[in-house]
């Protein structure tokens, strides 16, 4: 059952359109800037849940993976994230924009909560700098997903002037960072490290932590990476596992993203929905027949089925005969994709009897490869899923941010960087997601000992399969300066079997100016400290 915390946060969603700038104009808009409205601690804590609902949503997750290789949007859907891809994009655009002002417009509810809440009368010490340290947190998320597109961006810690933000010049990422590295190292100590059920949802140490792991993460600071990683899995700032349930839907990697498991031990921090209040659906990524009529138009891209291992542990080739290139694969694909021949498992509305349909991709009218308004890719989405949907496959499962599978991940990564990679750090960190994901060979799970550049192929393709979907490979592609290898291809069709003849989709293409975004041009115009224009645009 969803708890009160995430009723009080869900229900303040409608205010945000109140309260939300579309540029760096920070200049008073409503009552929440005004002196007279900090009367209460209620009303303070308005103000907390409406940034955390500024923070992050369904969109941006989806948004995130169509910036990388693993999902891609039918030509009339999301375009500009496939102009980005296909090397055309310009500073005019509708994304790089809104992007900006919805930042911007999440760390002005920050500010003004910092600058404003010491006028709420009688709020205890304790509780004030509780709330200050999840907006905080919220603040420096916000910010570290700005210097991640932008680069060096306005950089204010308090609420400004439109005066101020007309002559406002751009901060260097890196002074950022230092920055936000030292708000985290405060409020790591105010946040708590566990909390009752009826506050789940709340910011914990631990998301803090994993931030700031992040950040040197994404920084090449593989050292201070690995530290903090270890820490998290030393149980430092409360206690994270891998979730596993002995009575599963599907299976424990499959159910950890259903609503009947949320807030389970591997959870770090999920952006929170809500039944009826606040809801998605995957009704345009699944297949037709599962949903009984609209139709897909967003899907996962062969580059990634084909990146789910053997059962053995190899690396997946494509065979030369006629015979089918899923047999024997990476549990997690099925668990991730709807490839030819796959078993949809559902949950019948009326009567709650399980139901079960094999998914012809091949010929099948409704969701046979390019018929109708079906995949062209060969592939439909099954990651998120949940079989306590209702009608038109809508969902209130919660968006998980940040888990406990990605620190095992961060820590193997950063190991392997600075030379430390072991037997011990592999039977810490890729045995155990592997074991949870379904594999029992030794071959995938014994320790391969190989140099460093071979484990680090093998690290990287783990968090691929492993986090895919859930909007963080186009950061991964990123920091690894990765870009001309990995994003410069022809996108092909699904190969069904090793004689599937393929076409070409997509043609992805990436030059070095799309390391960083353009700031939006509206912006420049309107705020001339912003120039010069980043690189190539």
Known sequence: ??????????GIVAAVAFWGCNSLDQAPTNKFEENTFWTSKDRAQMVVNMAYNQMYGVGKMWSDEYLGDNMIAKRDRNPEERQIRQGSAHPGMGLFSSEWSWAYGGIKTTNVFMDKVGLVPDLPAEERQAMEAQIRFIRAYLYFRLTNFYGAVPFFLGDITLEEAKVMPRTPRAEVIATLHKELDEIIPQLPQSVPAARNGEIRQAAAAMLKARFYLYDGDFANAAKICGEIMEGK?????????????????EDLFTSANEFNVEVILSYSMMPIIREWSLNDKVPNSTVGSMGAYFFPTESLAKEYIRLDGQPFEYPTTNTSCYTDRDPRMDATIVRHNSVWRDVDLASGAATTKTINIVSDATDGINKGNATETGYYVRKWFDPAHRADMLISTDIIMMRYADVLLMYAESMNEIGQMSEQVWNSTIRPIRERAGFTQQGALQYPNLDQAAMREIIRRERRCELALEGLRYYDII?????????????????FTGTTEQS?????????????????????NNYPSLAPQNSGY
Do not use: C
């Open 1 to 10: 059952m969803k708890n009160t915390f995430k009723y009080i946060m869900v």
């Open 237 to 253: 700032y409360g206690h994270y596992e891998l979730f596993q349930t002995k009575t599963p839907v599907y299976s424990s990697y």
């Open 479 to 495: 920091r690894w300066n990765a870009g001309l290898e990995l994003l410069n291809f022809d996108l092909m069709s699904a190969k």
């Open 504 to 524: 070409s989709i997509f043609k992805y293409k990436f030059t070095s100016r799309d390391m960083l975004w353009p700031v939006p041009q509206s912006q420049i």
